[in-house]
């Protein structure tokens, strides 16, 4: 009887005796928790990034100041991230739950499993007596029940019960793993999917603007053209009338010479019909010419007033294309290195960074 009872005990205990001694992994739950960690404290430049470029075209103006395509794939990439930081801190956050039931279930085990040992030992050491062991003894009231003695039925269900929960646990966490792997791998696809929409849009946008930034060029252009020659007819206007007004001057000096001439030979003769049909004649020329010249010269206005609508329509154009290239720039970070990243914009004068020639080198560094 004596050597029966250790062995059914430890035949009972082979059941669960390797969970007992492996317990719940708990390093590889350790390292995706850090992996997510890690691509949520990624998402952080993401972030920064979008949050830039809707700060940078903040400084649009006047009619640029507008909600496009690019405003809303900007406004939804925050929206994707904020969706993917949140979906990644749940997972975090089940992780940390998790993890602290594997370390109650693991310490669970560990002290069945130190309870199973020890209990094992001492039936090791009642199996080994003999009649001739030294160390046996008359004990009182040997056959007496400890207090907290349970039945085999109770030990076993306990054994069974810790063995199965770590099981249990071990496979919902294995479950979470997969998941939090599921988790990372679709955010950074749907965080990708969108950067790439996103800069589709910015490329789409500067090639729209640098379209109508050449229209706009060479309207400019024809203006500058068309108050040059409006111009040049204003001089050519200004001298007919000139030299009109120095006609009408001698015509009236004449006129007005020969009403000095004596007694009858103040007549009304054909020289003095014909000065005054050329008097007449002059003032309705000059009279033509003057509207002509003021007709042009409301024309010239306008031109400039259009001139200098296209121009400022024109510093808008420049202005927002600069501000989409320096967005453009900076969202290379999301797929440069940030030890490798080089702006290709100047950040403060929005001007392209270029190497300078030896002279230029010399020369500063001469200064």
Same mark, same amino acid.
């Given at each position: ?7 059914? /005990? ?55 100041? &507008? ?12 929206? &994707? ?23 109650? &279930? ?21 199996? #080994? ?35 199965? /929960? ?11 793993? %997969? ?16 950067? &790439? ?46 030299? @009109? ?11 007005? #010479? ?10 009304? *003769? ?7 049909? %050329? ?25 400039? @007033? ?13 202005? #927002?294309?600069?501000? *989409? ?5 900076? /969202? ?32 500063? %560094?001469?200064?």
């Amino acid at each position: 009887m004596l050597r029966s009872t250790p062995c059914h /005990r430890q035949g009972a205990r082979a059941g669960c005796q390797e969970t007992l001694l492996q317990g719940p992994p708990l390093p590889p739950h350790f390292e995706m928790k850090e992996s997510a960690e890690q691509n949520l404290q990624a998402k952080n430049l993401p972030l920064d990034v979008a949050v830039e470029c809707l700060t940078l075209r903040d400084s649009r103006r006047d009619v640029d100041v &507008v909600r496009d395509y690019v405003e809303d794939e900007l406004h939804k990439e925050l929206e &994707v991230i904020e969706a993917t930081r949140k979906a990644l801190q749940q997972k975090i956050s089940q992780a940390f739950e998790k993890l602290c039931l594997l370390q109650e &279930v693991r310490q669970q085990l560990n002290s069945d499993h130190r309870g199973k040992m020890e209990a094992l030992d001492i039936d090791r050491g009642c199996l #080994s007596l003999n009649i001739k062991s030294p160390n046996i003894s008359l004990k009182i009231n040997p056959t007496r029940v400890p207090d907290g003695s349970s039945t085999l039925q109770q030990w076993d269900d306990f054994s069974q019960f810790n063995k199965n /929960r770590a099981e249990a646990e071990m496979k919902e966490a294995i479950e979470l793993r %997969e998941a939090i792997a599921l988790t990372i791998a679709e955010t950074n696809n749907e965080l990708e999917a969108q950067r &790439v929409a996103t800069e589709f849009a910015f490329r789409k946008r500067l090639r729209e603007m640098e379209k109508v930034y050449s229209e706009l060029k060479w309207q400019e252009k024809n203006a500058l053209e068309e108050i040059a020659e409006l111009q040049q007819d204003i001089r050519q206007l200004e001298e007919d009338l000139r030299r @009109k007004f120095l006609n009408l001057k001698l015509c009236h000096t004449r006129l007005e #010479s020969r009403t000095y001439r004596p007694n009858v030979e103040l007549c009304r *003769d054909q020289a003095q019909y014909g000065l005054t049909d %050329e008097v007449h004649q002059l003032e309705a020329t000059i009279a033509a010419l003057k509207q002509k010249l003021a007709q042009a010269q409301d024309a010239l206005d306008a031109l400039y @007033k259009h001139l200098a609508r296209l121009q400022a329509d024109i510093t808008c154009k420049a202005n #927002s294309m600069l501000l *989409d290239t320096k967005c453009m720039d900076t /969202r290379r970070k999301l797929t440069v290195p940030a030890e490798k990243f080089v702006p290709a914009v100047d950040t403060f004068t929005r001007t392209t960074n270029r190497t300078l020639s030896p002279l230029k080198s010399c020369q500063i %560094e001469l200064a």
